[in-house]
């Protein structure tokens, strides 16, 4: 079984816009044994998206809806955020290089660095954190 978390764009990719996703990464989506997860992060981005810029507007009518369709959509797990990711997230050296100084990105990659799961994501900037220990799966 594999267990996998995904970033914020890789879902929106894969309910939008799957052809921006590489082959290897729709065949670990799709694959049976492949167990998916996101962060309770990722669900407050897509609400946020939602209400700003109307992401998903065409396919649900609140942002509740929206949540609700995709849970229902997708087996997906979604992990909360506690005290351990948000230490974790405390301890990572920034990507300052890059001025990567999303909060929302740190408590993703601390989340899946904090469960151990590689994470799938086509931000260019998170390669930066392989270095401190997360094991990313980079979408090009």
């Known amino acids: ?6 970033d914020t764009n890789i879902l929106v990719f894969y309910l939008r ?30 609400v946020t998206a939602y209400r700003r810029k109307n992401l998903f507007a065409d396919r649900w009518r609140t942002a509740s809806e929206m949540v609700s369709g995709i849970m229902s959509t997708m087996e997906i797990t979604v992990c909360t955020v506690d005290l351990n990711v ?6 990572l050296d920034i990507n300052e290089a890059e001025d990567h100084y999303d909060p929302s990105d ?8 904090t469960l151990g799961m590689p994470l799938i994501s086509s931000d ?3 390669l930066y954190y392989r270095k401190q220990g997360l094991d990313l799966i980079y979408n090009e």
Do not use: G, P
């Not at 079984?1 to 995904?6: A, D």
């Not at 948000?86 to 301890?91: I, R, T």
């Open 1 to 6: 079984m594999n267990r996998l978390m995904i």
């Open 17 to 46: 816009e799957q052809d921006r996703l590489s082959r290897d990464v729709m065949a670990l989506l799709t694959d049976y044994e492949s167990r998916l997860y996101i962060s309770m992060e990722t669900l407050k981005e897509l």
């Open 86 to 91: 948000v230490s974790k997230m405390a301890l």
């Open 106 to 113: 740190h408590v993703i990659i601390a989340h899946a660095m």
């Open 124 to 126: 260019r900037k998170f």
